[in-house]
Structures are given as C-alpha cells and as structure tokens.
C-alpha cells in the first residue's frame, strides 16, 4: 500500500445480483486511512451482504474492489486469510460458535489469521473485555449470554489486533449505554494510528455523537449507494 492511497476502494463495482440480492447497479466508495464513513441502511442483510462485499466475500460481475492496495479478486486463500486478518468486524447476526466458550470465539478468527502468540492475544483481549464492562473474558457459551454481554463482546472481538479496518454492523440497541463512549473512544484510537471505519447504522441516534468526526456520509438503499452531506 502506497503513500496516500485509499485503504478501501470500490470502484464501479457491480456485485451478482445472484448471490447478494443487491442492485446490479455499480458502487463506488473511498476511505482513506483514518477516515470514518457512515452508511445508513434500516435493512440488517443489505449491510451485512455489503459488509461482505467490502470483505472481498462476493462476487463481481464488474469492476474492482481493492483493500490496502490489493484486488481481492486477484487474491489467493492465503493471502486472502491474512488480509481479512486486517479486518475487525462487528457482524449483526455475529457468527458465534455455541460450540465454544466466548472467550475461543473473540480469539479463534485472531489466531486463525495471525501468527501472534496465544499467551499475548489472551492478554490483549482481556484487556479489551475491561475497556467493555467484562471483568475477565466470558467463559460461557454465546447462547448463555444477554443480548448486551454478546454486543460487548463483538465489540471485543472487533478490536482485536489493531484492525487497519473496522467494519461495524449497528448493534446500538443492544450495546449497554455505558459501554458507547468507550466504543466510540476505541474507535478514535483506532483512527488516529491510520486504521480507516465503515460503519453502517440505522438511524441518526446511533452515530449522532460522533457527527463531527465522520468524513463520509452514504446511504445504502434498493437503488444502490449514494452520497450524502456530512452535515
């Protein structure tokens, strides 16, 4: 990745309509590092088949979609598993595996796509779980917990590895009201070390205290992507 070129580019992308559902029209989006940009979508699968789109998950029937200054489509599996290592996630349906402990499911995709070792990344996310309210990590199944301890612990999950890219899916119903200025405190330590934020909400409330900070604005309707003023 060069000096000054976007983290996140779509360009004139047109995802199949076949796989996704969303309009075969072309989406064109740039973050740079240490930019936010808001994507208002009421629709919970339309963002997250985005959020997939933006991950290099969908396939294209035209155009380039490219993070760090790589193509995904050019992309082999291991390189691609170490890229999307670079990516932190907060996913609305979260993808959590009742077969392990919370704890496993925070560390298992930072394992799986790093090289760190185990003894630094347990440290590390438990020193994320006490910036969310934990005061150790969850040990307990993900279907044993509330709805506010599982939003915290995506929140966990996310941040985990110093993420050049944080995709968040809306989960400001569920996060405790305790736990958003630490969300929005990480996310701006986050920024400020270059890692750039496509963050996809539901309605104003949600990123309304963030406003100032935000350098795009988008909405994701049946139509396909478009502007809006930052305002």
Same mark, same amino acid.
């Given at each position: 990745?060069?000096?000054?070129?976007?983290l996140?580019?779509? +360009?004139?992308?047109?995802?199949?309509?076949?796989?996704?559902?969303?309009?075969?029209?072309?989406?064109?989006?740039?973050?740079?590092?240490?930019?936010?940009?808001v994507?208002?979508?009421?629709?919970?699968?339309?963002?997250?088949?985005?959020?997939?789109?933006?991950s290099?998950m969908?396939?294209?029937?035209?155009?380039?979609?490219k993070?760090?200054?790589?193509?995904?489509?050019?992309?082999?599996d291991?390189?691609?598993?170490?890229?999307?290592?670079?990516?932190?996630?907060?996913?609305?349906?979260?993808?959590w595996?009742?077969?392990?402990?919370t704890?496993?499911?925070?560390?298992l995709?930072?394992?799986?796509?790093?090289?760190?070792?185990?003894?630094?990344?347990?440290?590390h996310?438990?020193?994320?779980?006490?910036?969310?309210?934990?005061?150790?990590?969850?040990?307990?199944?993900?279907?044993?917990?509330?709805?506010?301890?599982?939003?915290?612990?995506?929140c966990?999950?996310?941040?985990?590895?110093?993420?050049?890219?944080?995709?968040?899916?809306?989960?400001?119903?569920?996060?405790?009201?305790e736990?958003?200025?630490?969300?929005?405190?990480?996310?701006?330590?986050?920024?400020?070390?270059?890692?750039?934020?496509?963050?996809?909400?539901?309605?104003?409330?949600?990123?309304?205290e963030? +406003?100032?900070?935000?350098?795009?604005?988008?909405?994701?309707l049946?139509?396909?992507?478009?502007?809006m003023?930052?305002?």
């Open positions: 990745m060069t000096a000054n070129a976007p996140l580019e779509l +360009r004139n992308v047109v995802p199949s309509f076949e796989e996704t559902g969303l309009m075969p029209a072309p989406y064109n989006l740039r973050i740079m590092p240490g930019e936010c940009a994507v208002d979508c009421r629709d919970f699968e339309r963002a997250a088949m985005f959020a997939d789109l933006c290099g969908v396939s294209l029937t035209q155009g380039t979609i993070f760090m200054g790589l193509d995904w489509a050019a992309l082999r291991r390189q691609l598993n170490a890229l999307r290592g670079r990516i932190g996630r907060i996913s609305r349906n979260s993808s595996l009742n077969l392990f402990g704890h496993l499911n925070i560390m995709p930072h394992l799986y796509h790093t090289i760190d070792p185990f003894d630094n990344v347990v440290l996310a438990t020193e994320l779980g006490h910036r969310f309210g934990f005061p150790g990590l969850p040990t307990s199944a993900p279907d044993r917990l509330s709805g506010a301890d599982l939003a915290r612990a995506a966990v999950r996310a941040f985990m590895g110093r993420p050049d890219l944080l995709v968040l899916e809306d989960i400001s119903d569920t996060l405790p009201e736990n958003i200025l630490p969300f929005f405190e990480m996310m701006t330590a986050a920024r400020d070390r270059g890692c750039g934020v496509l963050w996809f909400v539901r309605s104003a409330a949600a990123w309304h963030y +406003r100032k900070a935000v350098n795009i604005h988008m909405r994701l049946d139509e396909g992507l478009f502007p003023r930052v305002v």
